[in-house]
Structure formats: C-alpha cells, structure tokens
C-alpha cells in the first residue's frame, strides 16, 4: 500500500507542476488570464514592490533550500526518500502559484515593441525559452528531475540507482541550458513593465546566486564537473569565461 501511495503522490506532485508550467506561459506571456505579470495596478507603487519581492523571496528560499543536500538529508527522515524529490516538486509549484496568484502589477511601461518584426522575434524567443526548458529536461532525464523515477521504482521495489555525469546536446554548449531557457522566458516580451522588469531583474540575479550553489554541490558529486565547468561556458554558448575555483568540501548530493 505505502508503494502505491508514493507513486500516486510522484504522479499528483507532477500533474501540479503541469498545471503550474501553463499558467506560467500565460502569466509571463499575458495570454488568457486577468492578473498576468503586465496587468494594470491595483495597490500603491510601494506597497506593489514590497509584496512582489516577497514573493519572489518566498520561492528563492524554498527553491535553494530545498535543494541543498544538508536539508534533504534532514527532510527524507521525515518523508520517504523516494518521495523527497516529488515534495521539492510539490512546494516549488506551490510557491511560484502563490506568486502568481498574489502578484501586485505596477503599470509604468519601460518599453513597448509596436512593430510586428519585433513582437513576432520577441514572442519567438519567449516561445523558444519555453520549449527549450523542456528540451533541456529531457536530456538529462526529465522523469527523475521531476521524481517520477524516483516513485515509480520505489513502486516496482528496486533500488534508485543516482543518474551518471553526461553532457547531452545542448549541455556541450552551455553548463545550464535550463537556466538558458530562464532568461529567455523573463525577458522576451513585447511589452515590459516596472513590474516585469522587477521580476527578470530579481529572478536573474538569483539564477546567477543559484548557479554558484549549484555548481559548488556538483563538484562535490562529480569529480569531472571541474573539467567540464572550465571546458564550457556558463551561460552564453561559444564564450569562454574565466571562472573562479570552486573549492569543494566533502558532502552529499543527488
């Protein structure tokens, strides 16, 4: 019963991040929805900023704290370690809802692209933005990412096996494509209000900060990272940046 529970979880955990990843692609894109990211201000420009960083706070906090590997050698006392990747699903989907649903537009427009040239090249690097985070899942293995693999061999009674170091397609030309498609999303849009500029400019910030933690816990994983990290670029593909060592310590990460 305990296994058929956990699967049924992995699959709910999932479906709530497939609800949550549409209505992220109308909330950025302004499509179908009232309380989209450009929307008109309904609150004072204060009291706007102060609750959209909030929020913003609210999902960088639980999306890098859930994911060091001290907290999820605490978390999988309290939950089965089969479940602990569908939970990180879970309360991530939920934060960035909650963001979604309490977003406070504050309406000054920085630019605004007319031209249908430019609408349609900036609405196609927004949709490129969208299909290459999936793309970028997929090649690294998008079932165990979002830990359905996780639950379905929990399901079957086998082990979980930790996935080896590749560099798949677009990772031989950017360590994080999924970060890649990030940016994308954030700043392709035809229309940029203060609101949106705040969250791209917030929101890429900390993908820079994520980066540093991320890289730091795989390096401790895998030994080859440290190679790979010099090899290839960060972000930006065909650019070769200097990067500082990144001095690992000993520790766990999955």
């Known amino acids: 019963m305990k ?8 699959a709910a955990c ?16 302004n499509f179908f929805i009232g309380n989209s990211i450009d929307a008109a201000p309904t609150t ?33 006392r309290l939950v089965p ?9 879970l309360f991530s989907s939920l934060a960035l809802l ?4 309490r977003w406070q537009p504050i309406g000054a427009v920085v630019w605004n692209v007319e031209s249908t040239a ?5 609405y196609t690097g927004y949709a490129s933005g969208w299909i290459l985070l999936l793309v970028a899942t997929f090649m690294i293995d998008h079932f165990d990412l979002f830990g359905l693999r996780q639950s379905w061999l929990y399901f079957r009674g086998r082990p979980y096996s930790e996935l080896s170091f590749r560099t798949p397609g677009l990772y031989k030309l950017v360590r994080h494509p999924i970060y890649v498609a990030w940016l ?14 705040l969250f791209a400019l917030l929101t890429t910030a900390y993908i820079l900060i994520a980066v540093q933690l991320e890289e730091r816990d795989l390096i401790r994983a895998f030994p080859e ?19 500082k060592d990144v001095v690992a310590t000993p520790g766990e990460v999955r």
Do not use: N
């Open 184 to 197: 994308l999303t954030f700043w392709c849009t035809p229309i940029m209000t203060a609101a949106h500029l």
């Open 81 to 89: 370690p089969a479940a602990e990747r569908s939970t990180y699903v």
């Open 3 to 10: 296994r058929v529970l956990v699967l049924l979880y992995g």
């Open 118 to 122: 430019g609408q349609a090249l900036l």
């Open 44 to 76: 004072g420009i204060g009291q706007a900023i102060a609750i959209d960083i909030a929020l913003l706070a609210v999902f960088a906090l639980q999306h890098s704290v859930m994911a060091r590997p001290a907290f999820k050698r605490w978390w999988t």
């Open 14 to 29: 999932y479906a709530v991040f497939l609800a949550t990843f549409v209505y992220a692609v109308a909330f950025l894109g």
């Open 98 to 101: 909650l963001l979604f649903w």
């Open 225 to 243: 990272y440290e190679s790979y990290r010099r090899r290839v670029p960060m972000l930006i593909p065909f650019i070769r940046v200097r990067t």
